[in-house]
Structures are given as C-alpha cells and as structure tokens.
C-alpha cells in the first residue's frame, strides 16, 4: 500500500522556521520525486518545490525561493522541507505527493501528473 504522511506543521510567528516531512512507503523511494503542496483556504493548490530521488535536483517556485530548502534521506524514505523567513501568507494546508522522477524535466511536474498524494499538515504563521 502506498503511503505518504506529511507532519511537521504548526503555529509560528513570522519570521520564524518549520521542518516538514514527508515520510513514504511502499513505492521505489529513488524511483520517483517528491513534491510538496500547499492549498490556503478559498484558494487553489500551488505546488512550489519538488526534488527527484534518483538524482537529487530539485526546484523552487519563485513565491518560496531563497526561503525554503527541500532535502531527501533516500536511506529513511523521507522528504523534508525547511521553510525560514515564514510570512503570513504562507499558512495553508501542506502536502506532499510522488511522480515518476523521469517525469521531472526542467521543472517540477503539473499537479495533475504526480500519481500518489498524501495528507496535509497545517501551517499557520501569525503576523
């Protein structure tokens, strides 16, 4: 059964940091890519960083850059996502979801591309 859980969300100032992760099981972890989500309330998913396991590249969307880090532990079939500088505008639900890392040319792949999603953890940043 495929598996992925996201955690690490919570309340923060801004300002200040989360790491989130996104843990996965049962699919080849170095086969696919991770990418990672957000969904704010009355607005659309947005995914913004991804990373492929196979070799490690990885990619930001313009509104993250420079302050989120996204990393792999192929050893531990985990995804994590270290986000500094957070704003207000960052609170939303968080999730991540797995692609075929072949998929990943250029730049992360359109949502409706990635194969497995799991759930969501909220982050919430206080002005």
């Known amino acids: 059964e495929v598996q992925l859980q996201a955690s690490g969300g919570g309340l923060v100032q801004a300002g200040g940091s989360l790491r989130l992760s996104c843990k996965a099981s049962?699919?080849?972890?170095?086969?696919?890519?991770i990418g990672w989500f957000r969904q704010a309330p009355g607005k659309e998913r947005e995914g913004f960083s991804c990373?492929?396991?196979?070799?490690?590249?990885?990619y930001y969307a313009d509104s993250v850059k420079g302050r989120f880090t996204i990393s792999s532990d192929n050893a531990k079939n985990t995804v994590y996502l270290r986000m500094n500088s957070l704003k207000p505008e960052d609170t939303a639900v968080y999730s991540c979801?797995?692609?075929?890392?072949?998929?990943?040319?250029?730049?992360?792949?359109?949502?409706?591309?990635?194969?497995?999603w799991g759930q969501g953890t909220q982050v919430t940043v206080s002005s």
């Open positions: 979801a797995a692609v075929l890392a072949v998929a990943v040319v250029g730049a992360c792949p359109e949502i409706y591309e990635y194969d497995y």
């Open positions: 049962g699919f080849t972890f170095d086969e696919y890519a």
């Open positions: 990373i492929s396991n196979s070799d490690g590249r990885k």
